[in-house]
């Protein structure tokens, strides 16, 4: 379980985010949804140490801030939006890098670590991939490997800044249910920051809204997305439409503009 409690984030003089606190239980899905500048990666990278920030970030009551590197990566493993993917590097050479927290400083990777990448290119159907280097893929190809990478890494903890957002619609659904299915067989906890709504309300079973730095909202897909308050953050009409399943959709309303809250 992660609590997060009055995290404030200040970057090149700016405040970021102030007084998120939230708590995801374990084996939650819980997507971050909210305007461009909202703060949704700066939590995500919050969360996976890469920068700094004043509050309390606890994972199973263990302060974050206090686990060794090693010991944070075999729980946490990180998507970035824009990651540093070499030209040359062979794809299932990068994949293997997720496993560099289970190997030793002079050690090597076992067979076991390789099977473990074979599993995951299989699944996201990359095995054809496998000898490719980075450079030769596609944008989409190359997003699905950096969500590889870090399924290797077999973390407790998955964070997602916006990945399928270079996939077509077949692929994020394939991805997207990889995740869930991993979720559900062995109690994976994934947040994920995303600007499709309709995946939030399908796959997330919490919703937070963050909105100038600031959580706006939490809760379940329905309670958190409605059209009066997405209409309200995002500036502009929104329609929430449910289909006999219960299934959520977030549609444009109508072209004209509407008043925006107040953003720090």
């Known amino acids: 379980m992660i609590d997060v409690e009055g995290l404030e984030v200040t970057l090149t003089g700016r405040r970021v985010l102030t007084g998120v606190s939230l708590t995801v239980e374990d084996g939650a899905w819980l997507a971050l949804i909210g305007p461009n500048g909202a703060g949704k990666t700066t939590l995500l990278r919050a969360l996976a140490c890469l920068i700094p920030w004043d509050g309390e970030i606890t994972m199973d009551g263990a302060d974050l801030a206090t686990l060794g590197r090693r010991e944070r990566a075999q729980r946490i493993a990180l998507v970035a939006q824009h ?18 927290p289970y190997i030793s400083h002079f050690g090597s990777e076992g067979a076991a670590d390789r099977r473990a990448v074979a599993g995951v290119l299989d699944r996201l159907d990359l095995l054809g991939f496998a000898a490719r280097h980075l450079g030769q893929l596609s944008g989409g190809e190359r997003q699905r490997v ?21 996939l077509d619609l077949g692929q994020q659904l394939r991805v997207l249910d990889l995740v869930a299915e991993l979720r559900e067989a062995g109690g994976l906890t994934v947040i994920t920051a995303t600007h499709d709504l309709t995946l939030a309300a399908a796959y997330a079973d919490r ?3 963050l909105s100038g730095g600031a959580l706006a909202a939490i ?19 929104l329609r929430v439409l449910r289909d006999p399943s219960g299934a959520l959709a977030v549609i444009p309303g109508r072209p004209t503009l509407v008043p925006a809250v107040a953003r720090c």
């Open 219 to 237: 809760g379940s897909p329905s309670e958190v997305l409605t059209d009066e308050r997405l209409s309200a953050h995002y500036g502009v009409a």
């Open 207 to 209: 919703v937070a809204l």
């Open 83 to 100: 990651p540093d993917l070499p030209d040359d590097l062979r794809v299932d050479d990068y994949v293997l890098l997720g496993r560099t």
């Open 146 to 166: 950096v969500v590889a990478r870090a399924l290797a890494q077999e973390p407790m903890i998955l964070l997602l800044d916006e990945p399928t957002s270079s």
